[in-house]
């Protein structure tokens, strides 16, 4: 399979139409719900990365739109599952600083945020923006400047453009990238947009908020997230405290939920 056509009429000829009505109940494409008119084929996210697995090696990038402008949300995370796992095969550390690899990446993250609202039910948006646009915030960009670097600057604008925008799945993905650079041992993305999205009035932000805390937490510094607790428990959503503290101790949780509701 070396096109989209290919790849779409692959991914219908599985369809299953009990899975199909399991997937919608979950992912709440109900009217009135967040994910109301997505369509499903009914594929679970195995069958997915297969069909990437075996597509990838060979499937052009400007096949890629394509795929992520369909109605059915299996081959868009198809699409965006193909950016993923080109992104990460120009970002070994062998190719971290080789000029055309960071232009492919660019490429890549450029393709990504042009179609972002593509993205538009929270699964696609995890499975996907700590991989693409988290690993780039890490790594050097020629976007921002015509030499090679970092670019904090630039980049903290662009991921200040996703949350500031109306998009619900854009907000979730400024946010929600910063699971990888936690991982990588910057702190920063994370207290950021935490510290912006901390009153969005979504649960999905509000568990989204808590969840990268936690994982800020686990991976850079318990003191930190304390801190961060000792500036806003009072103030934050329930839900976010909760995922922020699921990893502390009784008797710690307890403190932050009585000071919460204090």
Known sequence: MTTAKEIIGYMESLRNVEQREILMRFFKTAPGEYGYGDEFLGLKVPQTREVVKLAAEDFALSEVPVLLMSK???????????????????????????????????????????YAERANNWDLVDLTVPKILGSWLLLPTFLGGKEAGLHRDYKLRLL??????????????????????????????????????????????????????????????????????????????????????????????SYYLTTRDF
């Open 72 to 114: 059915w949300h299996e081959v868009r995370l198809c699409g965006l599952l193909m950016l993923v796992r080109k992104f990460e095969r120009l970002s070994s550390k062998r190719l971290t600083h080789d000029e055309k690899a960071i232009r492919g990446r660019d490429e890549i993250v450029t393709l990504y945020l042009e």
């Open 160 to 253: 200040d453009g996703l949350a500031a925008s109306d998009n619900l799945w854009k907000q979730r993905m400024s946010i929600v990238c910063s699971w990888k650079t936690s991982q990588q041992g910057d702190p920063s993305w994370c207290l950021r947009y935490a510290e912006m999205h901390l009153h969005h009035p979504h649960d999905l932000m509000h568990k989204a908020v808590g969840w990268m805390l936690r994982e800020m937490g686990k991976r850079v510094s318990m003191d930190l997230l304390r801190d961060f607790l000792r500036r806003h428990a009072r103030e934050m959503p329930r839900t976010t405290l909760r995922y922020a503290i699921e990893k502390m101790g009784d008797e710690e949780r």
